[in-house]
């Protein structure tokens, strides 16, 4: 007895088979009847993937695409030629825009860093005490009215550096 159920496990096992079989036998029609065209993709164990049309010998990792082929019409070709052209030549425009903007920002950056470099100085020097900034012991309002005229002139100057910096990074 053990042994007819052993085969009848067999020939459970080979229908199965064969209904599969048949089953892939009759979509076949159907797939190119849809205008679709099969296509294998195979990956290795090393993870390489290929593509073929028909299938492998060895059929492990493969899987089955269904690509649907278009038949080349010189019209629609002239129309996405056109259409590629175009959006070339505006990316080159924009490029070409956004380079000279970038130019712009670093000579501004230039003059900024300029001013920057000098208004330190300035506040370096005018934090010297001169002739006619005391009175007595104190040192006179018009003392810190330059001191704060000249942090003002550095922070503004600081301000420009930062905001040339954000918009160069926006552009990059």
Do not use: F
């Amino acid at each position: 007895m053990v042994g007819n159920e052993r085969s009848n496990v067999i020939y459970v096992g080979e229908a199965h088979r064969l209904r599969c079989v048949i089953a892939a036998v009759l979509l076949v029609p159907v797939v190119v009847l849809a205008g679709e065209v099969p296509v294998y993709k195979t990956a290795s164990p090393r993870g390489s993937v290929s593509y073929a049309d028909a299938p492998p010998v060895d059929q492990r990792n493969t899987s089955i695409l269904l690509v649907e082929p278009h038949a080349a019409d010189p019209e629609a070709a002239k129309v996405a030629q056109s259409a590629l052209l175009d959006a070339r030549r505006r990316q080159q425009q924009e490029a070409a825009a956004r380079d000279e903007k970038l130019r712009q920002l670093n000579q501004e950056m230039l003059v900024a860093v300029r001013r920057l470099q000098q208004a330190q100085i300035e506040v370096e020097k005018g934090r010297e005490i001169g002739a006619g900034d005391r009175q007595g012991r104190r040192l006179t309002p018009e003392y810190w009215q330059r001191q704060r005229l000249l942090e003002m002139e550095m922070t503004r100057a600081r301000e420009d550096m930062a905001r040339l910096r954000s918009q160069g990074a926006a552009l990059n």
